[in-house]
């Protein structure tokens, strides 16, 4: 495996699991098995490193997004689809490492704003034509705009991780997934 994709892998996982401000280079480099001095050859600040994180992270979701119009046909299986992605990363006992990033954007490099905002920009663009072709085939009801029904899909779902993973039940995300996404289901 590439040295720069096992770091960023690493962190992924640490940010995900305790938030930037809850890792060290030291814990990169311990678990990597090289020096601190050796990390930053490949990413010389934790904004570098967090940036390229976000940039692969976007590439990965858009990937999944993707693969989800082709593979599947309705707009309600694209939305059970897209929850799920969220799912397996509470299954992983993680949050999404946009939802954290978020929790933390009043102390990260304002330099990575614009990356966390594409990060959910691309969700409600692609929610949003998800909705519109649903309700243009019938199989979704209209409960508001799209772009208001993605942001609150979006919302519900990080809320969800969030408060499931500190209460250590799936009741909370399972509530708000099935709520949020079951009223858009057309009679």
Known sequence: MDMKEHILDIAQRLIQLRGVNGFS???????????KASLHHHFATKTDLVSRLLDRYSAQLQEYLDQLLHTEPSA????????????????????????????????????VHPQLAHFFDLQVQWLTQVIEAGRAKGELTQTGTAEQDASAII????????????????MFFDQCAHGVIDRLRAS
């Open 155 to 170: 919302a519900a779902l990080q809320g969800g991780l969030v408060v499931s993973r500190s209460a250590r039940t799936n």
């Open 76 to 111: 309600m299986g694209r939305l059970e689809g897209y929850a799920n992605l969220y799912r397996k990363t509470l299954d992983s006992e993680r949050v999404c490492m946009g939802g954290m990033l978020s929790a933390e954007a009043m102390t990260l490099d304002e330099r």
């Open 25 to 35: 280079y030291a814990d990169i480099a311990k678990e990597v098995g090289v020096s």
